[in-house]
T-cell receptor, first 113, second 115 residues
């Protein structure tokens, strides 16, 4: 079956530090991969996505590259801000599966000034 | 674009009553809507998938008679929690998908507290 594994949080960083949140997946075929962000008390917002191998998704300084050989989609940001504090979810959507999403467990990021 | 709203944002009800949560796509037609449940500090669990004009498809372990889903139009889906109990207290999130789209757009969520 399909599954997504994320590093457990919380991840606590100082402002301007480098961020990596690891995500690996198991799926048949070549799924689309997503990162969603959830701010406190809110629903999920799409942060970035990649639909095929070696694609790089990017948004708001965040990046993630679709690595088929390692089945990974790690999220990175060069310099985090306090406003980036949130829960980050990695997700996959298999092809021909009605765009259903399978989510990882989420990783809470806390950025301190 | 691609804005999804939910109403209400928070609801408190007594045990045994029913609660209806609305999910609307504001600027697009949603051929498919999804309903998720999220427990504190946990990930989202898909409850059901609904396509406009047809019956919802429920995930294993989700009681269809307890969680009634109606997707009556291309911009509105409702989730009714019938005879709510304290264990139904949770954060309910919907998402919507336009025809041919690959990306789901999520509503802000509804926090349900059953006393």
């Amino acid at each position: 079956g399909n599954s997504v594994t994320q590093m457990e949080g919380p991840v606590t960083l100082s402002e301007e530090a480098f961020l990596t949140i690891n995500c690996t997946y198991t799926a048949t075929g070549y799924p689309s991969l997503f990162w969603y962000v959830q701010y406190p008390g809110e629903g999920l917002q799409l942060l970035l996505k990649a639909t095929k191998a070696d694609d790089k998704g990017s948004n708001k300084g965040f990046e993630a590259t679709y690595r088929k050989e390692t089945t990974s989609f790690h999220l990175e940001k060069g310099s985090v801000q306090v406003s980036d504090s949130a829960v980050y979810f990695c997700a996959l959507s298999p092809r021909n599966a009605g765009n259903m999403l399978t989510f990882g467990g989420g990783t809470r990021l806390m950025v301190k000034p | 674009g691609a804005v999804v709203s939910q109403h209400p944002s928070r609801v408190i009800c007594k045990s045994g009553t029913s609660v209806k949560i609305e999910c609307r796509s504001l600027d697009f037609q949603a051929t498919t809507m999804f309903w998720y449940r999220q427990f504190p500090k946990q990930s989202l669990m898909l409850m059901a998938t609904s396509n406009e004009g047809s019956k919802a498809t429920y995930e294993q372990g989700v009681e269809k008679d307890k969680f009634l889903i109606n997707h009556a139009s291309l911009t509105l889906s409702t989730l009714t929690v019938t005879s709510a109990h304290p264990e139904d207290s949770s954060f309910y999130i919907c998402s919507a998908l336009g025809a041919g789209w690959e990306t789901q757009y999520f509503g802000p969520g509804t926090r349900l507290l059953v006393l």
